[in-house]
């Protein structure tokens, strides 16, 4: 079966800072990993997404994540938080027979970034 | 370019009361569709998804029901609502059926039960 964990409920930085939200996954196949962001009150954005290729994925808004198979982590980073990154995030992995389906996602309980000024 | 829409963006029903909730998918055809519920506290759990016209799978025994009466639309229902049913609910549509689709989300609609 597979699964996703996010390590941290919650996260705070300082504006200008480094950003680190650490995902762990367990999968019996090679996973397709995603990272997706969620503003209070609206849907889910697509950051970015590993599909097996390059194991460093560079999303939008200068976030990146590593894909580590020995770890088995896809944690997502930004060199320096701004203000407007403040907002919850989702590390997803894709499942092979969930519901049936493939390709159905399995969400984290997602990580709220806080930014300070 | 694909779009999708939800409406209404809020809603508050009384318990009892039937309940209807749409999503519409544009620029792109034969989507797969899916409906998400969000309740605080509870991340997202999938409700529904369908690959075609008439083809809906259900993950979880509940009190709502899906249709798909047209190829990009997708309807969330329920006879008698309960004050569970409470929550955000998101659509959700991807290009295929595939471990590497992403799903891009609809803005969502906020269904408060009293």
């Known amino acids: 079966a597979q699964s996703v964990t996010q390590l941290d409920s919650h996260v705070s930085v300082s504006e200008g800072t480094p950003v680190l939200l650490r995902c762990n996954y367990s999968?019996?196949?090679?996973?397709?990993l995603f990272w997706y962001v969620q503003h209070p009150n609206k849907g889910l954005q697509l950051l970015l997404k590993y599909t097996s290729a390059a194991t460093l994925v560079k999303g939008i808004n200068g976030f990146e994540a590593e894909f580590k198979k020995s770890e088995t982590s896809f944690h997502l980073t930004k060199p320096s938080a701004h203000m407007s990154d403040a907002a919850e995030y989702f590390c997803v992995v894709s499942s092979m027979n969930y519901g049936g389906s493939q390709g159905n996602l399995i969400f984290g309980k997602g990580t709220k970034l806080s930014v300070k000024p | 370019s694909q779009t999708i829409h939800q409406w209404p963006a809020t809603l508050v029903q009384p318990v009892g009361s039937p309940l209807s909730l749409e999503c519409t998918v544009e620029?792109?055809?034969?989507?797969?569709l899916y409906w998400y519920r969000q309740a605080a506290g509870r991340g997202l759990q999938l409700l529904f998804y369908s690959v075609g016209i008439g083809q809906i799978s259900s993950e979880v025994p509940q009190n709502l029901s899906a249709s798909r009466p047209q190829d990009r639309q997708f309807i969330l229902s329920s006879k008698k609502l309960l004050l569970s049913d409470s929550g955000f609910y998101l659509c959700a549509w991807s290009v295929g059926v595939g471990l590497k689709y992403e799903q891009y989300f609809g803005p969502g609609t906020r269904l408060t039960v009293t």
């Open positions: 999968s019996s196949y090679s996973p397709s």
């Open positions: 620029g792109t055809s034969n989507p797969n």
